[in-house]
């Protein structure tokens, strides 16, 4: 048999075997299971450094092989007799390295199946928060860093929502911290449904969630505000006790020149606003001042009240008492802000 024939042998093997390890380590690479696990690294780290060891044989035997029948081709061209069993032995040993590449791989494969389960293990909980299945503050401020490049790059607006659960210390108090975590776990569920279509939805700490919309403010505060009406429907049950449960939430956009600071800022300010005006309600920061977006239904007046004529000017200073009001807060607000920029 010509040499040519077993130099192609030989390229047959060699790709066939790395073609193999390429197919393991694309299956490897592409799993998507989340198991419960979590991930071993000195385990993995070895078994790395052995499948590396393997690479290097196999890359060794391949060198060996090629060079013998290199030496055999130049013979050949040289009209130099090659011993038949010269020939057959360089055979024999490519197809034994073959065979014990194989066997390498299939131990491989198996150790492979487990460490991805791992693996993805590991990586999803680096992202996620424990108790409520959210991106977690990390994943959160990497969404964060993406957008704020994409802003700077091309101007993609994108805005961020803070969201609180009104009185959550005092559910914690009455109720026992495992109600409260009842309460975050079925808010968060909420979240990731009403919310669905966001960029980020995160747990930001404790009891806050955090937003992040390539959208207006405007339309992630109406957003917020369907979601704070939908909790504010719903009560929690958890061993026997039914919690009512409302939100607060503020919104603000990204704006030219803003640093990813001013934009949680102006969020957080009007976060506080609606703590500050009742709770229960939304508001969003335009860059200069905090507005009201849920639309507050004033309480029905007494029996002593509707005994007595109400005049038009009556309503109209009703009006302007709650415009007082408003401006009241709105000052309270600006204080605040001017306070938390000079620290």
Partial sequence: MPANTYIFLLGLGVGTGLLVLGLLLGYWLGRK??????????????????????????SGDVSKYQSQLTSIDARIRSNTAVPREEMAEVLKQIMEANRQLQERL????????????????????????????????????????????????????????LVDIDHFKQINDTYGHPAGDAVLQHISKMLQSEL???????????????????????STADLLDKLRNAVSQIQVTHDSHVINVTLSAGSSEIEPGDKIGKLVRRA?????????GGRNRVYLHDGNI??????VVSKPANA????????TADKAEAELNNDRVNER????????????VER
């Fill in 33 to 58: 299971s989340i198991p419960s696990e979590p991930v071993d690294r000195q385990q993995f780290l070895a078994f790395l450094k052995n499948l590396s060891s393997w690479t290097s044989e196999f």
């Fill in 106 to 161: 299939d131990s491989a494969e198996q150790k492979l199946d487990v460490q991805t389960d791992q693996i993805s293990s590991y990586l999803t909980e680096a992202r996620t928060d424990g108790l409520t299945g959210l991106l977690n503050r990390r994943a959160f401020d990497k969404a964060t860093d993406e957008l704020f490049a994409d802003w700077n790059k091309k101007e993609q607006v994108f805005s961020l929502g």
């Fill in 196 to 218: 669905r279509d966001s960029f980020c939805v995160a747990r930001y700490g404790g009891e806050e969630f955090a937003v992040l919309a390539k959208s207006p403010a405007t």
């Fill in 268 to 276: 957080d300010e009007a976060l506080y606003a609606a703590k500050l």
């Fill in 290 to 295: 905090c507005h009201l977006i849920t639309k």
């Fill in 304 to 311: 002593s009240t509707k005994l007595h004529d109400e005049t």
């Fill in 329 to 340: 807060l709105q000052r309270i607000v600006e204080e605040e802000s001017r306070r938390l």
